[in-house]
């Protein structure tokens, strides 16, 4: 899969937005993950050029079935900025529905997850540096598309490090995690056992 080049001046800065966004939020480090960066991969990526950004402009999810299926390693994580997202519920009930149907082989390749940030999600209280001053004023959503097996296996690299505990008291993060874990057993075992 490769990136779309970014066709309007909005596009780019809604892609400066996300870069700025990660290095002064979720590349810091953070007292709530255990001293560790929100997301201690980021940083890692973003100078390996392994993070690709594509754009959604319409109710359609054919552009992210599209990714999905295509998914070529050229990144470690594509960002699907979704300027048309759904409401709330029906925006992470539809993720939800997609990793099961990737799990189960729709899209061929199973080993692909996908997580979503909506504009209208509650403001985690653990991001530190979240007066993050944003560049556009419209609102988007972003799925982040990426490799099951390797997102699973530094998860529990950090895991064993307390990166998750203050995520104990968080509505459903643990259940999301147990699923997570589940469809990555299932991928490496052909079953649910470990």
């Known amino acids: 899969m490769t990136a779309v080049p970014f066709g309007t001046p909005q596009e780019k800065l809604i892609e400066t937005?996300?870069?700025?966004?990660?290095?002064?939020?979720?590349?810091?480090?953070n007292k709530?993950?255990?001293?560790?960066?929100?997301?201690?991969y980021a940083q890692a990526a973003w100078d390996k050029d392994k993070v690709g950004?594509?754009?959604k402009h319409d109710?359609?999810?054919?552009?992210?079935?599209?990714?999905i299926s295509t998914f070529d390693d050229r990144y470690d994580l594509v960002i699907l900025?979704?300027?048309?997202?759904?409401?709330?519920?029906?925006?992470?009930?539809y993720i939800e529905q997609l990793n099961d149907a990737i799990s189960q082989g729709f899209f061929i390749d199973k080993d692909i997850w996908l997580m979503g940030f909506h504009p209208e999600g509650d403001d985690n209280d653990n991001l530190e540096g979240e007066s993050f001053e944003p560049l556009v004023e419209e609102e988007?959503?972003?799925?982040?598309?990426q490799r099951l097996t390797k997102l699973q296996e530094s998860?529990?690299?950090?895991k064993k490090l307390g990166y998750y505990d203050c995520y104990k008291d968080e509505y459903n993060s643990d259940e999301i995690y147990q699923k997570r874990e589940l469809f990555y057993r299932r991928l490496k075992n052909g079953n649910e056992s470990s």
Do not use: M
């Open 17 to 29: 937005e996300i870069r700025r966004w990660s290095a002064n939020v979720l590349e810091k480090k």
């Open 32 to 40: 709530a993950f255990n001293n560790l960066p929100a997301c201690p």
């Open 53 to 55: 950004i594509v754009f």
């Open 59 to 67: 109710k359609d999810y054919q552009s992210l079935y599209s990714l």
């Open 81 to 93: 900025v979704d300027t048309a997202y759904d409401e709330y519920e029906k925006f992470h009930e």
């Open 140 to 145: 988007y959503g972003l799925i982040f598309v």
């Open 155 to 158: 998860a529990e690299k950090i």
